[in-house]
């Protein structure tokens, strides 16, 4: 409809002014009507008249047509556009079936990637990869609502320096008890102790980093490190090299390097092999798990880091020659600084590469395998710099796909109270932290919600912020039946459903609406409007305004309107099936499940 009427607009303009108009029409206070526009300001200056006199002549050619009740010319030249109730209605029966903007349906030929969510194996899903996989996901079905074609990528790491921790951990945990000793660790306790592994590794990893005065010894007049100090980051970076190598499937290494933890040996290279296999499908496996709890849409690829690590590599150093990178003591890099940015690292002075170069691959193998229309990645903020230089380099040999790349950033997520989770710190809060956080919230309650009120609660809590900034999460809040949660939704659509279910009878047309019917319905043809905007934005939190404004509208609606046994009961039950449906194709886009009861 607001499409509509800006070109309805803009062909008046036309006609009577002989000139083009960019109209846009904006939602005023219900009281002004249903659309507003300026444009007779805008054309004044243009056209040498008074923005009054402007304004009435559009309100008079614009007063004939059949889908406006009322146009009136407000303040020093302002149009106001009031709608006639049964055009709202079919409106909303359109909206009802399709769920979908009208102005963004002209993308059912894109080809669009999502990658969202790159949880890395060896490590457990934080909150903050929670996050991102549960927007990443609204964000996604938004973009396929549109009609586009939707490809969600989620990209790993399972190769560099936190693998490495993770595998120093294990074989020290394992102490040359090899498989048969791995393969005692219950399932259910897999991922914890993945976690534990990584947490060790980094500990022992930054205690060689940060050597304090306990370190040193003396002998004789010279001051050393004490024996072994630097052990476990020496093997650590010995590792690193070997994960390289044994990564892609490749069982049988050349080990080239020396471990001297103790009097322990590394394991051969098949058996290393082995070991960082099946310890990296353990986190495979814990992700699925929690994906399928989290009920979002399946991944269409998972793409790790050592699937692409080897066409990153082949392209920095191609590049390199070109002179795209430099060399610098010993490392190539790409000089940032000559487009305002910061220089950073591709391949380090050891000839291993760093996620920069990994980076180089995942793009050009996304081109290479879909030649995208537009590929968007979601992050933290903390990455925004570094991906803007990855992205700044791959411009100077391939800028199709380097234009076409979107970057979204989201802020930390944090406990109420503040406090910043840390995986390197061991303090980290895992998504099943979070998810379980919710349930006790609910236990509390004393109404033991159910999960699908659990996931809305979680869903919702994430969605309803704006992209970009921190995130406090708040169990509580999120889990509560009044106010602005996902559960209040669910119990809000829940309660129309039930008013449905009771009536005897159909619902039947809008027609001779009274001023509050026709409030909720104007409320309701809003849904299309803000869908656009959420999609063209990326801004799930837009849905999730305007669904508890929604919900309050019908609420203030069904305060002083009777529905069930009212004189006006057939149009009524009509009205609150097009809210409940609103409701229901809302939730949706957020990944929230719309109960017929609760």
């Not at 992700?287 to 399946?298: A, I, M, R, S």
């Not at 379980?436 to 919702?460: C, D, H, Q």
């Amino acid at each position: 409809m607001k499409q509509e009427l800006e070109q309805l607009v803009a062909a008046v303009v036309k006609e009577l002014f002989g000139t083009d108009a960019a109209v846009e029409l904006t939602r005023p206070d219900e009281q002004f009507g249903d659309y507003a526009t300026n444009v007779a300001l805008q054309l004044s200056k243009q056209l040498g008249k008074n923005p009054r006199e402007v304004a009435e002549a559009l309100r008079e050619k614009l007063a004939g047509d059949s889908r406006l009740q009322a146009v009136e010319v407000a303040g020093p030249g302002f149009l106001n556009l009031k709608v006639k109730a049964e055009v709202m209605a079919r409106q909303v029966s359109v909206q009802d079936q399709v769920h979908t903007s009208e102005h963004v349906q002209v993308e059912v030929a894109r080809k669009v990637l999502v990658e969202y969510s790159d949880p890395n194996p060896f490590k457990p899903l934080h909150a903050g990869h929670l996050y991102t996989t549960l927007v990443g996901d609204s964000i996604a079905r938004l973009i396929e609502n549109t009609g586009a074609e939707t490809i969600r990528i989620n990209y790993g790491g399972d190769v560099g320096l936190h693998v490495a921790k993770s595998m120093w951990s294990i074989l020290k945990w394992l102490d040359g008890g090899g498989l048969a000793k791995l393969a005692s660790i219950p399932e259910e306790e897999r991922p914890k102790w993945l976690g534990e592994r990584y947490v060790e590794g980094n500990n022992a990893y930054e205690d060689a980093n940060n050597l304090g005065a306990d370190s040193l010894e003396q002998v004789g007049d010279f001051t050393r490190l004490k024996p072994g100090v630097l052990d476990a980051k020496l093997d650590i970076l010995a590792i690193n090299k070997l994960i390289y190598e044994v990564a892609g499937g490749n069982n049988n290494p050349e080990l080239g390097v020396e471990y001297n933890t103790g009097e322990k040996a590394m394991p051969s290279g098949e058996e290393f092999a082995q070991i960082y296999h099946t310890t990296r499908q353990w986190s495979y496996d814990y992700f699925k798990v929690l994906y399928d709890q989290l009920e979002v849409v399946p991944f269409t690829r998972y793409i790790p880091e050592s699937e692409v690590t080897p066409l990153g590599v082949k392209t920095v150093k191609e590049q390199l020659e070109k002179g795209v990178y430099q060399e610098s003591d010993g490392a190539v890099v790409f000089d940032g600084e000559k487009l305002g940015m910061h220089t950073r690292v591709f391949i380090n002075s050891e000839g291993l590469p760093t996620y920069e170069a990994k980076d180089v691959g995942l793009s050009l193998t996304k081109w290479n395998d879909y030649h995208f229309d537009e590929s968007i990645i979601i992050t933290a903020n903390e990455q925004e710099q570094y991906m803007r230089v990855v992205v700044a380099s791959i411009h100077e040999f391939a800028p199709e796909p380097a234009e076409r790349t979107k970057h979204l950033t989201h802020g930390v997520v944090k406990l109420q109270g503040g406090v910043k989770m840390s995986s390197r710190k061991g303090n980290v809060v895992t998504a099943l932290e979070i998810l379980e956080a919710a349930r006790e919230a609910g236990k509390a309650t004393g109404t033991n919600p159910s999960e699908e009120t659990i996931l809305a609660a979680v869903k919702y809590a994430f969605a309803k912020n704006r992209i970009g900034g921190d995130v406090i999460y708040d169990p509580k809040e999120s889990i509560a039946l009044e106010g602005n949660s996902g559960p209040y939704l669910q119990y809000a659509h829940a309660r129309a459903r039930s008013i449905l279910a009771k009536a005897e009878q159909g619902s039947g047309e809008l027609t001779d609406l009274s001023d509050d019917e026709r409030s909720l319905l104007r409320k309701i043809t809003e849904y299309a409007e803000v869908v656009e905007k959420a999609t063209a934005e990326l801004m799930p939190h837009h849905i999730c305004t305007y669904l508890y404004e929604l919900a309050q509208k019908f609420n203030q609606f069904y305060e002083h309107n009777r529905v069930i046994g009212d004189d006006r009961q057939a149009a009524r039950l009509k009205l609150v099936e097009h809210y409940a449906d609103t409701l229901k194709n809302g939730l949706e886009l957020l990944g929230i499940a719309a109960p017929e009861r609760m």
